[in-house]
């Protein structure tokens, strides 16, 4: 039986987008990082992994019109956030995303991972709006 308050604290992950995506809260303190880690880690991953289950199962079978209500769309921003980090740190995006996607080569096989990290911003944009009207 797992005991938080005896067990060590994870390490931090390996992976850059893991580390993106489950970063370190005390950077400049590892052992109180791997104190909070400990007992944050496990409840993150499981709210990530049920963002992720909303957007899978709100998505129409049969593809069309994507209807929600304010907490799944809540839930999609949280998913698709998780996503576009993911797609960042792969593609290494920067603040001057739109000068790194005009100087691409048509060629480039990233052009499409891009193009799919821009899409997402603008499906989150659509979303933040229509949360708040």
Known sequence: MFNETTAAPPEA???????????DAYQDDPESAGEFRKYTE?????AKKYFAQTLLETLPAKGGRVKLNADQARDWLRALNDVRLMFGVRLE???????????LDPKDPRLAAFEVY????????????AIAR
């Open 13 to 23: 992950p390996d992976d850059p987008v893991l580390a993106r995506l489950l970063p």
């Open 42 to 46: 496990s409840s993150l991953r499981e």
């Open 93 to 103: 995006v920067t603040e001057d995303f739109e000068d790194q996607l005009t100087s």
């Open 118 to 129: 821009g899409w997402l911003g603008a499906v989150q944009e659509s979303l933040v709006r």
